[in-house]
Antibody, heavy 121, light 106 residues
Framework: EVFLVESGGGLVQPGRSLRLSCAAS????????MNWVRQAPGKGLEWVSG????????VYADSVKGRFTISRDNAKKSLYLQMNSLRPDDTAVYYC??????????????WGQGTLVTVSS | SYELTQPPSVSVSPGQTATVTCSGK??????VSWYQQKPGQSPVLLIH???ERPSGIPERFSASISGNTATLTITETQAMDEADYFC?????????FGGGTKLTVL
């Protein structure tokens, strides 16, 4: 069974940084692309970023481009999201999401439980 | 930017058929997926590849596509199906979600 466990969320002031982590288990981590998807309180889903299995190709949503950095450590079976210059509209539950294949253009077949990031002074 | 349009809400009586639509440009490919999210829970994959259902998803859930509109159909709707439903597609290498549809089983 696939398990994705996010950590690192919390309350942070605008302009500050936060790093999210996702620990994966139950599957061969380096065989799959991984993603971060967020959901603002009471709102819909927004894809944030994706990274293919080799880390050679990374894509970001326009809303976070230049501020967020996705990375992965296949040896540690972990996915990360470095979030800089945080803004109040980045407040959301951030989900670690597994793609169904090596590359990004696939479906999202497993989701973590999410970690809440609140950006507020 | 690429958008997927869903109705904000759909209501259905128990045992009846519910349909949720998702409209957007260039939906005529195989990369449309549907997700179910119950209150307080993470989303769950319902349908991928336009019509394919993962193991464990009841046969009551099906999907189709016609032109620029994808449709999720839930037959014999049950109270447990009350949830938010999101469609998802790809704009190049960027994933896009519809705004979500709240299904109410009255």
């Amino acid at each position: 069974e696939v398990f994705l466990v996010e950590s690192g969320g919390g309350l942070v002031q605008p302009g500050r940084s936060l790093r999210l982590s996702c620990a994966a288990s139950g599957f061969t981590f380096d065989d799959y692309a991984m993603n971060w998807v967020r959901q603002a309180p009471g709102k819909g889903l927004e894809w944030v970023s994706g990274i293919i299995w080799t880390s050679d190709y990374i894509v970001y949503a326009d809303s976070v481009k230049g501020r967020f950095t996705i990375s992965r450590d296949n040896a540690k079976k972990s996915l990360y999201l470095q979030m800089n210059s945080l803004r109040p509209d980045d407040t959301a539950v951030y989900y670690c999401v597994k793609s169904s294949g090596f590359y990004l253009v696939d479906w999202f077949d497993s989701w973590g439980q999410g970690t809440l990031v609140t950006v507020s002074s | 930017s690429y958008e997927l349009t869903q109705p904000p809400s759909v209501s259905v009586s128990p045992g009846q058929t519910a349909t949720v639509t998702c409209s957007g440009k260039t939906l005529t490919n195989n990369h449309v997926s549907w997700y179910q999210q119950k209150p307080g829970q993470s989303p769950v994959l319902l349908i991928h590849g336009v019509t394919e259902r993962p193991s464990g998803i009841p046969e009551r859930f099906s999907a189709s596509i016609s032109g620029n509109t994808a449709t999720l159909t839930i037959t014999e709707t049950q109270a447990m199906d009350e949830a938010d439903y999101f469609c998802q597609a790809w704009d190049g290498n960027t994933a896009v979600f519809g705004g979500g549809t709240k299904l109410t089983v009255l």
